[in-house]
């Protein structure tokens, strides 16, 4: 029994990452007693190493269309309750300085560690307390709230918040606790996979495109009617890079990617007047000119594409420009959630209020950030979807 008063609060959040942080501090201040635990021995390790280490902490342009879920107007009511602008503020409160590095996408001029001191100075003056190195082993009901059995002794609470994100990167801490509580609850976890991750390639393409690692093209990248506009990168295993990255949410295995090359060109069109205006061109030449050459000289020779473009024939010049507008490549896999940056699928949205982020047969208790089937397109929104879900819960917990 934790009878200790020590021991007793009224707000415990599991997971002090991203959601768990904010969730934390949001509570705090309206005068709750809250802890946040961790098993890990720091805090926000993905924040860390979020956006190369300056961790893209919101987007602008952030709204519901920029996530995937099975029941995708969940995640409106907490997004406009919490905007970009409202982190964006707390940001310059602390005088983080930011910069937009994309369109929208909010980035630490200096370092992740910014935000991750700013959450945690928040936490300590809203009162809210975080705890490393604390392993839940069993969560039991007791009286109208929860017990929690900790390597470390029972601790109580009224109001439970599960906030221990996604499977990816497990060397990070990620782990499927929140998956288990969730289950032991009797909610619904709708099927997870690895989103924002790496493809793999056959080994055929793979042997052909390895001299090619480290190259990056502006690429347009399409699978189920879904495209993405933006910069695919070779790698030693397969083919990464933000293109790569946003469609990997939407591709399921078996699927084929198709690849538009020159997304600003119009390729038929520019071969037929390149071979009136320059007959003697190849198509290596006409590559050159918009993509990296070395790609553009592998691309070629993988396509076996040789001789001046005045010994193509219409029909020649028409296969090449379809080649080049949806090369067709059916990935091998996906790294996985060694790599990836987030898990698709989760608790099951159904479940929940979309207010208060509360399951709905049981309001003490709450899922929030990754663990719950809402996943953000590549570029910031995820971070939005922990914070505004991690406020959603803290204005009710
Ligand atoms: C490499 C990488 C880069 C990324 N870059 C960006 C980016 O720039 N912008 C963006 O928007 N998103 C980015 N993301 C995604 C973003 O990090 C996540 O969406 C976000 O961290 C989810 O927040 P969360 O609080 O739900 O989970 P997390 O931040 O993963 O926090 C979960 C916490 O729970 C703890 N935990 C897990 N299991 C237990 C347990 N059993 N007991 C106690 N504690 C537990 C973990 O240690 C962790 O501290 C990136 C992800 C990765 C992997």
Not at 177 to 195: C, D, K, M, N, S
Not at 313 to 337: F, H, V
Request: glycine share 10%; aromatic share 8%.
């Amino acid at each position: 029994m934790a009878s200790d008063p020590a021991s007793q609060y009224d707000v415990i959040v599991i997971g002090a990452g991203a959601a768990g942080l904010m969730c934390a501090l949001t509570a705090g201040y309206r005068g709750r007693r809250v802890l946040a635990l961790d098993h890990a021995s720091k805090p926000g390790k993905k924040i860390l190493m979020s956006g190369g280490g300056r961790c893209n902490f919101t987007n602008l342009n952030s709204t519901a269309d920029n996530f995937l879920s099975h029941n995708p107007p969940f995640c409106i009511s907490a997004l406009k309750r919490y905007t970009p602008q409202d982190f964006l503020e707390l940001v310059d409160r602390h005088g983080i300085e930011h910069e937009e590095k994309a369109p929208g996408q909010l980035f630490c001029k200096d370092s992740a560690k910014d935000i991750l001191n700013m959450l945690l100075t928040e936490c300590e003056w809203a009162g809210a307390e975080v705890r490393l190195k604390t392993v839940v082993e069993n969560i039991s009901e007791a009286n109208s709230g929860y017990r929690l059995r900790t390597g470390s002794g029972d601790l109580t609470c009224d109001s439970l918040v599960i906030a221990t994100g996604g499977l990816s990167i497990p060397t990070m801490g990620a782990t499927g606790f929140g998956y288990e509580v969730a289950r032991q609850f009797e909610l619904e976890i709708l099927p997870t996979r690895a989103g924002l991750v790496p493809f793999t390639l056959q080994p055929e393409l793979k042997e052909q495109l390895a001299p090619l690692s480290g190259v990056s093209c502006p690429v347009d990248v399409q699978c189920h009617n879904q495209h993405f506009r933006e910069p695919m990168l070779v790698t030693h295993r397969g083919l990464s890079g933000p293109a790569m990255l946003q469609i990997s949410s939407f591709w399921k295995p078996g699927d084929s990617l198709v690849i538009n090359l020159l997304p600003a060109c119009r390729i038929a069109e520019d071969l037929f007047s390149l071979r009136k205006t320059r007959p003697q061109w190849t198509i290596a030449q006409y590559l050159a000119q918009h993509l990296p050459k070395r790609f553009a000289q592998a691309f070629n020779e993988l396509q076996g594409w040789s001789g001046p473009l005045q010994e193509y024939r219409n029909s020649d010049i028409e296969r090449a420009a379809n080649t080049l507008g949806q090369w067709s490549i059916k990935p091998a896999g996906t790294e996985g959630y060694r790599t990836a940056e987030v898990t698709l699928g989760g608790v099951n949205t159904r479940q929940l209020s979309s207010k208060t982020m509360a399951v709905l047969e049981r309001p003490n208790l709450y899922f929030i950030g990754e663990v719950v089937d809402v996943t953000g397109h590549l570029g910031g929104h995820n971070f939005q979807w922990a914070w505004a879900s991690g406020v959603a819960a803290g204005n009710d917990a």
